[in-house]
Every structure is written in C-alpha cells, then in structure tokens.
C-alpha cells in the first residue's frame, strides 16, 4: 500500500473513533438526547460520516455497518419515540459491531480489514440490525395511526393532467466522496502536467455543490491552487486535499457553511517554494538555465516578468523578494 492512502487511512480511523465517541454517548443518554433534535442529528451525522469515509476506501463491512446505523438513527431523528430499554439495548449492540470493525482496522498493523473477521462481525450483527429496525417501526406504528405523517414529502405538481415530481435534492457527502475516489486514483498516478490538470479540475467541480457557501468556495479555491503548486509533491498534498474535503463536506451537508475553515497547511500549500538549488560546483546538470532580460526601468521590468513567469512563479518571486528585503533591515 502506498504512503499516500495509508496515511489517509490513518486519518479516516481517528476520525471514525471521534464519531463512535458522539455516537457511544448519545445512546447511553438516550432518553434524554431523544428530546433534544440537533443531538440526535448529532448521531445521524456521525454514522453517515463514518459511512462515507469507508465507501471512499473500501471498506465495505465498515461502510454496511454505519449505514444500518444511519437509517436507525434518521427514523428516531425524523419521528420520536418513547426510549425504552430494548430500543436502548439494540442501538448499543449495533454501535458495538461498528466499533468492533473500527478497531479491527486500526489494530490491523498492514491497516487492512480480515474478511473472516468481517462475515463474522456482519453476520453476528445483522439479526440484531433487523431487530432494531422491527422495533422501531413497531415503536412508530404504537405511536400514530396516521401513516400518511411517516412517508417523506413528495413535492408534486399537476402537470397537463399529470403529476410532476421533483427531483431530489443533492447527496452532498456522496457527491463528495465520489469526486475525493476520483481525486485519489489520480494521486495514485505519476506526477504530470495533465495528471495535474485533472486534479484541480475535479476539484473545481465541487463548487456547483453550493455556489452560494462563502467558505465552502474559498476552500474549493484554494484546494485548488494548492494542488497546481508543482513544488507540492503529492505524498504532501494528496492527505492534506482529501482530509480537508472530506471535512468540509460534511459540514456542508449539515448546512454548517459558517463553520468550514482553511487550515494553516493548506494556506501554506499555496505558496510553497522551490528545494533550494544546489550550487553550479555540485550541480550535476548539463542543461544551462533559461535565462531573460529585465529592463532597467521598474515598470518595464514588471511587464518583462509577468510576460516570462506564470502567475505562480510571480507570487514566489514576491515572497522571496520581501524575505530578502526584510532580512537586509534587519542586518
């Protein structure tokens, strides 16, 4: 396994074992979280995250696991029951087999899951899994007798006699996940150009996810120049991109646009320079360097520079410039 998806496993396994943390608390409080709906969406949240993260590298048993979890948890966000002990009792032994796949991995030292250990868990699981969502259904019809109140809206108009049906609205974490699994294939592939273009590309697609989230655009953006940045290798680049789309996607699902930030590291993608060149003695090449002529006056030299450099090459060239300048007030 390459370095590159290794450490985005790393990151996809401390992650998972914050969510199981939300999740394992909000079930042992359980009759007091079910009156508050933004914890219990909490949860949601969680297994749905956890489920994602899985999908994009392929572990399905993990992602099997959660998604049961997800669809429990969206019946009690949706339609409130009255917590009982069993109700309590299954969601944990559901939460256990979860948990138990998650630490398989991260105990695993090639951070790979045993497909026996897998069919065992799954299969110890998924009487409980049918015993959950029996019972809650059960739970539900106990509750109400007006059906009609359980069955999602569907916003419909008569159309010339018909009936027109809307589409639904977008998945964005699936939509997310889907596009990091296109980006991490790439990253998998040599470094070029082309390979380059198609990351930023794919990338830059995420934007129409929400064109109206001001952080969610900013973050898109920089990811962006960040991975056009020739002097980030893609061992650097290709966990810091992923961990920080995939972060962000979920809070974009959660309508959280105001709480997506721009790590400091991938700021500092942006602008990362050039490995210092070594000096002509130890240099090994035989190519001599390109050189051009800069005018003496000020304003033809910046016409003559931005004429022979990208735009990149221009901001590293002003950041060197002020480092030398303020090195020299300080001598």
């Known amino acids: 396994m390459d370095d590159n998806k290794q450490q985005i496993i790393h990151y996809f396994i401390e992650e998972a074992q914050e969510h199981l943390e939300t999740v394992e608390q909000g079930l042992l409080d359980l009759a007091e979280v079910i009156s508050d709906a933004e914890r219990v969406n909490e949860m949601f949240r969680a297994a749905h995250s956890i489920k994602g993260g899985a999908a994009m590298l392929g572990f399905e048993g993990i992602q099997a696991t959660a998604h049961k979890l997800e669809d429990c948890f969206k019946l009690l966000r949706d339609h409130p029951v009255n917590i009982d002990e069993r109700l309590k009792s299954l969601f944990l032994q559901g939460y256990d087999a979860l948990k138990a796949l998650v630490e398989e991995l991260a105990n695993s030292p090639t951070t790979s899951l045993c497909p026996e250990i897998v069919d065992s868990i799954l299969s110890g699981s998924a009487a409980n899994f049918v015993a959950l969502q029996e019972y809650l259904e059960e739970l539900l019809n106990t509750n109400t007798h007006d059906t009609a109140n359980r069955e999602p809206a569907v916003i419909a108009n008569n159309v010339g006699g018909g009936t027109a049906v809307m589409a639904p609205p977008i998945n964005v974490v699936a939509t997310v996940t889907a596009t990091l699994q296109q980006m991490l294939t790439l990253f998998k592939q040599s470094d070029s150009p082309n390979n380059r273009q198609q990351l930023v590309s794919i990338a830059r697609s995420l934007s129409a996810l929400r064109p109206d989230a001001t952080n969610w655009q900013a973050l898109i953006a920089t990811t962006a120049q960040a991975i056009s ?15 920080e789309l995939k972060q962000a996607g979920d809070l974009l699902a959660a309508n959280r646009d105001g709480d997506i930030t721009i790590s400091s590291n991938l ?19 035989t190519t001599p360097a390109t050189q051009i002529t800069i005018p003496v006056d000020v304003r033809g030299a910046a016409q003559g520079i931005l004429q022979n450099f990208s735009r990149q090459q221009v901001t590293e060239l002003v950041l060197l410039l002020h480092r030398v300048i303020s090195n020299s007030k300080q001598n």
Request: net charge positive; charged share 5%; aromatic share 2%.
């Open 267 to 285: 700021q500092q993608a942006i602008t990362t320079a050039a490995p210092v060149a070594p000096t002509p003695a130890a240099s090994t090449a």
């Open 229 to 243: 940045n020739q002097h980030n290798t893609y061992n650097a680049i290709a966990p810091l991109v992923i961990r």
